[in-house]
C-alpha cells in the first residue's frame, strides 16, 4: 500500500524586486518565492504586481531597452506563472524591448521545455551572461 504525501513548501514568499542593471537602459526584475497564482497573489497586490511588472521608466530614470527577468530564486511556477512570464515577453515585444529570462531552475526549465516557451523567450544562465547579450 503507498500513501500519499501532500508536498509542503518551504520556501520564501513569492517578490518582484525592479533595478537597475549595470549596463544602460538595463532593467533587472528578480522574482523570488514560487510563481504561482495562490503564492502571487497571497502575498501581493495584483496592483502591487502590475506596478513591478511596469516596463515604464520611474521619474529621472532613462528607458528600458533591455529587460532581463532573473529567476534563479523561483523554485517551481505554475500556469498562472507561466501565463505572466509569457505576457510579459508580449509586452516587451510590442514596446521594442529585448527581454531576456535567466537562472531557471530545473523544475521551471521543464515546464519552459514542455510547453515550448523555451523556444519563444531568449534564456541566459545569468544576469551576468544576459547583460553581455
Known amino acids: 500500500m503507498t500513501t500519499a504525501q501532500a508536498q509542503n513548501w518551504m520556501s520564501t ?3 518582484i ?6 549596463a544602460p537602459g ?4 528578480t522574482l523570488t518565492g514560487p510563481f504561482t497564482a495562490r503564492d502571487m497573489y497571497g502575498a501581493l497586490a495584483p496592483i502591487d504586481i502590475k506596478n513591478a511588472l511596469d516596463l515604464s521608466p520611474a521619474a529621472g530614470e532613462e528607458p528600458a531597452t533591455l529587460n532581463i527577468l532573473d529567476l534563479t530564486a523561483v523554485p517551481y511556477m505554475d500556469s498562472s506563472g507561466l501565463g505572466m512570464l509569457v505576457t510579459h515577453y508580449a509586452r516587451n515585444q510590442n514596446r521594442g524591448l529585448k527581454m531576456i ?6 523544475r521551471v526549465l521543464e ?7 523555451d523556444t519563444i523567450i531568449p534564456w541566459a544562465a545569468t544576469v551576468e551572461a544576459a547583460e553581455l547579450a
Do not use: D, H, Q, Y
Open 13 to 15: 514568499p513569492f517578490n
Open 17 to 22: 524586486e525592479r533595478k537597475r542593471g549595470k
Open 26 to 29: 538595463t532593467l533587472i526584475l
Open 101 to 106: 529570462a535567466v537562472g531557471a531552475s530545473p
Open 111 to 117: 515546464l519552459m521545455k514542455l510547453t515550448k516557451i
